[in-house]
């Protein structure tokens, strides 16, 4: 397969398009920016991390009967994927008070939510992704109402996917943004990608944070908790 032009370029990805109809190379980068941009830096090593992490946790959605955009690991940091054009919601799903979500509500971080939260953002950078909910994503018609409810039954799936196979690696599945996307013949399949960059994952013991929360917050030892996710999910590079 040969890579085309350039596409498009994310804060931490460029797409390119393909000789194959259909089929985009996805290449992860190692920036890392936060607060919408605002703050910058670098991740040794991310893009690699995050492009095994996010292919083995597709895959594993795949074999569960969930469809993604992932086709096939080229290299290090490539990925061919599906083509999609993305719906301009970012899902996020909780399991545990975090974040914007202890922010917003006045709820302690790290208190286990008695039921699943699902939030919509509108992925609009110049207005910093604002919360909208079913009646926004309606009247702006940012999804169809049987898109909507199928991307919220798709992200409840791969909730309770991720979090029983991650339990037992000692990671606890904080919360985490999904992406989805629709292919020309019109199915909707998760894309973008699960990673450290778009999960909270804690280490159920010591509730270690192992994810972006260390760089956004200036925690320190942000390439080894990138690490130590590869390493408990696939034994290292
Ligand atoms: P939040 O608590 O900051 O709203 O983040 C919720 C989850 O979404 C968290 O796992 C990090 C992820 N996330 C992204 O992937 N991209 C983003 O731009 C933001 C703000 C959060």
Known sequence: MEK?????????????????????????KDDATAFNGLKKGTITGKGAINNRVSNHLMGLLEKEGLPTHLVEELNDRET????VQIVPLEVIVRNIAAGSLAKRLGLEEGWKLPSTVLEFCYKRDDLGDPLVNDYHIRALGLAS????????????????ILGSYLLPLGIELVDFKLEFGKTQ?????????????????????????LDKDRFRRDLGGVED???EILFRLMGGL
């Open 4 to 28: 085309r032009v350039q596409l498009y370029e994310g804060k931490a990805k460029k797409v390119y398009a393909t000789d194959e109809k259909g089929l985009y190379i996805v290449s992860y």
């Open 80 to 83: 061919v994927v599906k083509a």
């Open 145 to 160: 109402d049987e898109d909507l409810a199928q991307i919220s039954a798709y992200s409840l799936k791969i909730n309770a």
């Open 185 to 209: 013949e019109g199915n909707l399949i998760l894309a973008d990608e699960i990673s450290p960059d778009t999960c909270r994952f804690w280490d159920t013991k010591t509730k270690e944070k």
């Open 225 to 227: 908790a990138y690490k």
